[in-house]
C-alpha cells in the first residue's frame, strides 16, 4: 500500500513517496510536489474532520462497526466537496 508522507520522511523507502526537498530544484521535481501536496490534502482533511466529529469520541459499539464509520466520515467529507 502506498504511503504519501511529508518531507520529513525522506529516504524512509519502501512503499513511502515523498517530495522532493531543497530550494533549487527542477521544474519536473516541483511539479511532482504540487500533484504530491493535491492527493496529501485529501487525507489531511478527512482526519481534520474526524477529529471534529464528535460521533467518534461517543460510540459504544463494537469495534467491527467503529471501523465501518470511522471510513465512512471520510467518503462523507470528499463527496460533499
Known amino acids: 500500500m502506498k504511503c504519501w508522507t511529508d518531507k520529513a520522511y525522506q529516504g524512509a523507502g519502501g512503499t513511502t513517496r515523498a517530495p522532493f526537498r531543497g530550494l533549487r530544484i527542477k521544474l519536473r521535481q516541483r511539479r511532482h510536489n504540487s500533484t504530491h501536496a493535491r ?3 485529501l487525507g489531511e482533511q478527512a482526519m481534520a474532520a474526524l477529529k471534529g466529529w464528535r460521533l467518534p469520541r ?10 465501518a464509520i470511522v471510513k465512512t466520515i471520510p467518503a462523507l467529507r470528499h463527496a460533499s466537496t
Not at 461517543?58 to 471501523?67: D, F, M
Request: overall charge positive; aromatic content about 0%; proline content about 0%.
Open 39 to 41: 492527493i496529501r490534502c
Open 58 to 67: 461517543k460510540l459504544r459499539c463494537s469495534t467491527n462497526r467503529v471501523t
